[in-house]
């Protein structure tokens, strides 16, 4: 009785699967080569200073140890996927944040892999709007501010509130209250400026 719905259950799992995979996550340093430009709003500088820059250092904090000590994780919390999932870009994902060994990154023929790895600790850019592959180059991210792409068909997301609520829910350890979306976007807000923004076409961003 129990195999029709766990079947079911196999299939829709593959789907999401190859869903994802279809784009793959760059690291925030691929952003921030084109968004960090002062008269463009300067996104990544902003980021930087913001509190999803610095989630991976929160998990090797005295809280951070408390918490994997209560719930009897195996090894440190910034190297076990019940916390990685939430505090790193793409863990678990095609081309997301992994665990390297010490051994790995002792040697120095891994020194750009490590460093690409690196860019990937934390809630970057990619989390909220999507793993870049696919939008990444300038020829389509000036094809979507225009309006003349489509940004869901090269995976640029424009985050609303389930974006957040993929992280922001009772699942973290920290969860306290309700999440107010308006009050919380305007604490990371990194918009253009208003003149740059006259400039823009009618893509369906802000
Ligand atoms: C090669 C340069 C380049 C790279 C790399 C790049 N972008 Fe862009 N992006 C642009 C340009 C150009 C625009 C159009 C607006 C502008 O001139 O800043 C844009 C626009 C955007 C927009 C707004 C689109 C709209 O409709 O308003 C978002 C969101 C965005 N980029 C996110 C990202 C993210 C996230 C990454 C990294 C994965 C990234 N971009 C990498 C050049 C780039
Ligand atoms: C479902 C996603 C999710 C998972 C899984 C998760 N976290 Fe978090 N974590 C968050 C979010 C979101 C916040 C920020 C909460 C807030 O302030 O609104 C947070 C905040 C924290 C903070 C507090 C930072 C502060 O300033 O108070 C610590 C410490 C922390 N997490 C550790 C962990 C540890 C350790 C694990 C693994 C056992 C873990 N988290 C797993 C999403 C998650
Ligand atoms: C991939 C997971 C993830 C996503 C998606 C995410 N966050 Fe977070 N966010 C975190 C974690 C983890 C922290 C904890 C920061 C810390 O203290 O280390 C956090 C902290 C914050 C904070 C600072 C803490 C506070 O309560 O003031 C704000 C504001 C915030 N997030 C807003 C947002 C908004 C708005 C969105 C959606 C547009 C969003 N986040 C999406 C993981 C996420
Ligand atoms: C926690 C989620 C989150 C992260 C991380 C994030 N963004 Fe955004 N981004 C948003 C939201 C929500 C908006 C629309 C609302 C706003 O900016 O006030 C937005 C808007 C934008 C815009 C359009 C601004 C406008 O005025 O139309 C650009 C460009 C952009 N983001 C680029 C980036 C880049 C580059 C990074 C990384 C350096 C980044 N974002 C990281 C959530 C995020």
Redesign the pocket.
Known sequence: MLRAPAILLMISCSILLAQEAEFAYMGVNNCKMCHNKKDKGAQFDIWSD???A??????K?EEALKIATGLKLEGPPHEAGECL?????GWGKADGYEVLSAEFIANPENARAVKKNDYKAN?GCE??HGAGSGYKSKKTMEGIFSGEIDPATVGLIY???E??????NEK?P?F?EE?D?D??????THPYPEEFKATKGTSPGK
């Open positions: 913001g509190p999803h610095k989630v991976f250092e929160t998990l904090s999932v939430c505090h790193t870009t809630v989390n909220c985050p609303n509130k974006v957040c609520l993929t992280c922001h973290n920290n306290q999440f979306f009050a919380m976007v305007a604490k990371i």
